[in-house]
């Protein structure tokens, strides 16, 4: 199995900027691409950003030239920069990594606890 350890929540004012991490562990073989979800109240669990193995990003529309996602994979590790936040970036954000793992046959997605952002205005 894998562990993912997020950190770098808090409450920031509007235009302020955090940054996230997220550390996987566990049985791993192989992380193939890794990414941020967030979830407010009463809103459904969406993609923030992604990044391949090789480093390729993908970012949702409402945070492109803001956010950025990077990845040291020598560390198993996925960032997000998150620059001019504004109080529709509050939400649950949730660490995501797809990897194959010792045990399993085929790649596995793994979640973090979720670390809470919010920005007041």
């Known amino acids: 199995q894998v562990q993912l350890v997020e950190s770098g929540g808090g409450l920031v004012q509007a235009g302020g900027s955090l940054r996230l991490s997220c550390a996987a562990s566990g049985s791993i073989l192989r992380i193939n691409s890794m990414g941020w979800y967030r979830q407010a109240p009463g809103q459904q669990r969406e993609l923030v950003a992604s990044?391949?193995?090789?480093?390729?990003?993908n970012y949702a529309e409402s945070v492109k030239g803001r956010f950025t996602i990077s990845r040291d994979n020598a560390k198993n590790t996925v960032y997000l920069q998150m620059n001019s936040l504004k109080p529709e970036d509050t939400a649950v954000y949730y660490c995501n990594c797809n990897a194959d793992v010792f045990g399993y046959y085929g790649p596995q997605d793994f979640w973090g606890q979720g670390t809470q952002v919010t920005v007041s205005s």
């Open positions: 990044i391949t193995r090789l480093g390729t990003p």
